[in-house]
């Protein structure tokens, strides 16, 4: 799985933690390695092993200056491709430094995030442009938050809509009714109550070139059908709706090792920022991002038992624990750091689950083989993904859902699907 994962780009840091040229490096642990990043004085963002092939010494404690990371141990310096630019401890005459290189990783800047490639240098793909790439710095907005468990746990919580009608549930009688149940975009109060009322969803799945759509199909108190549609796109990406408009802000589950993760959430040009910044309850608001940064805080977290109120969940709140993510991490990080999934029983609300392992298990074994893995062409329209959730017309076809909100991008997106 190593493997197949160091085949994509992944985020690697958020653009605010190198906020300038030749501001202080930082640590990154990334897939299990302890590497470092900086921003070199031209302002590009460098992705080094975090020990200095000398003797050893952390680059993290190194001076970031006139174009480089030099190692305080002996004051060999090193570029953001891995070059040895400078090596004051040997004679002045000797090319040794010539021969020396520190590990180094390709990046690239896109909508706040910093990403990388740790693959194989003759494989590496071009950048997916989500949408981010061309974006003012002024429109960025990226967020990261630490999890304690593995990756795939915190992912499968976003490809089961099964779970919203209980973890995420407002009990019945803290529900407005309001007239957004018909056909077209319901309320967040009504969606609410949606879930709430129908916790048995039919699950439909759409197999695409990026990896599958899927749809959890309720009734609604007024006899309609309402979908929430979400895409999982390889290795570790989802796009989740936002109530009641959907799709435009990215949730990514980055491994940092086996036992924890970055839950990273980006916004794109179409999102309604006033929207992606208030978010679901839980997430990042602009008042909180002014005060803590895009680095979220676990103010709910395993050590204080998720400030469950018993109460609230006997009244109000299903979980009896408030903030959206926040529930989402009670349970995916209450398994453990790695769940045992001999120990499930899988059910019918569980399709998208089982699909996404089959995907992923199905391309490392097509890797081992020699063939290389679905989704990494940058040509593909990666921009056209979208998610959805909308109560139907009669007849209409919940598979139009999200990228019918640009013509040429559904246009786009049919033609590479019937390719």
């Not at 999890?147 to 019945?172: F, K, M």
């Not at 040009?269 to 805080?297: H, M, N, V, W």
Request: aromatic share 10%.
């Amino acid at each position: 799985m190593g493997n197949l994962l160091r085949r994509y780009w992944h985020p690697a840091l958020l653009s605010w933690e190198l906020p300038e040229p030749d501001s202080p490096p930082v640590r990154v642990r990334l897939l299990g390695e302890d590497l470092v990043a900086f921003r070199d004085t031209t302002g590009k963002v460098g992705l080094v092993a975090n020990a200095c092939p000398h003797r050893g010494a952390s680059m993290f404690f190194g001076r970031n200056e006139e174009s480089g990371l030099r190692c305080v141990y002996h004051g060999w310096k090193f570029d953001t491709a891995g070059a040895c630019v400078d090596m004051p401890s040997e004679p002045a005459e000797s090319n040794f430094r010539t021969k020396v290189r520190i590990g180094a990783y390709p990046t690239q800047e896109s909508g706040g995030v910093v990403w990388t490639y740790m693959g194989p240098s003759e494989k590496q793909p071009g950048f997916r442009d989500l949408g981010t790439e061309g974006m003012a710095k002024e429109d960025w907005f990226a967020t990261k938050v630490y999890s304690p468990c593995n990756w795939l746990q915190g992912l499968e919580g976003n490809v089961d809509t099964a779970h919203i009608s209980y973890l995420h549930r407002h009990l019945r009688q803290h529900l407005n009714v309001d007239a957004t149940d018909r056909p077209g975009n319901p309320s967040t109060p009504m969606s609410y109550r949606i879930w709430a009322l129908d916790g048995a969803p039919e699950l439909e799945v759409q197999n695409t070139w990026y990896g599958f759509r899927y749809a959890g199909i309720r009734n609604t108190p007024n006899g309609y059908k309402n979908v929430r549609v979400s895409d999982f796109f390889l290795p570790y990406g989802t796009y989740v709706p936002y109530t009641p408009v959907g799709g435009d802000m990215c949730i990514l589950m980055v491994p940092i090792d086996d036992t924890s993760l970055w839950r990273y959430h980006i916004a794109t040009p179409r999102s309604s920022y006033a929207e992606a910044r208030q978010g679901p309850s839980g997430s990042a608001s602009a008042a909180a991002l002014a005060t803590t940064g895009p680095i979220l805080p676990r103010t709910y977290n395993a050590g204080n038992d998720y400030l469950i109120d018993r109460e609230r969940q006997r009244t109000e709140l299903f979980t009896g624990i408030e903030s959206f993510v926040s529930q989402d991490f009670m349970a995916t990080e209450s398994m453990g750091l790695v769940f045992d999934r001999t120990g499930e029983h899988l059910g019918t609300t569980d399709k998208a689950v089982i699909r996404m392992r089959r995907l992923l298990l199905e391309s490392v074994r097509k890797l081992a083989e020699g063939i290389d893995p679905p989704g990494v062409d940058a040509a593909l329209p990666w921009r056209t993904i979208r998610s959805a959730e909308r109560i139907l017309e009669a007849g209409e076809d919940w598979r139009l859902l999200g990228t019918a909100l640009d013509p040429a991008l559904q246009a786009a997106a049919s033609e590479m699907q019937a390719g």
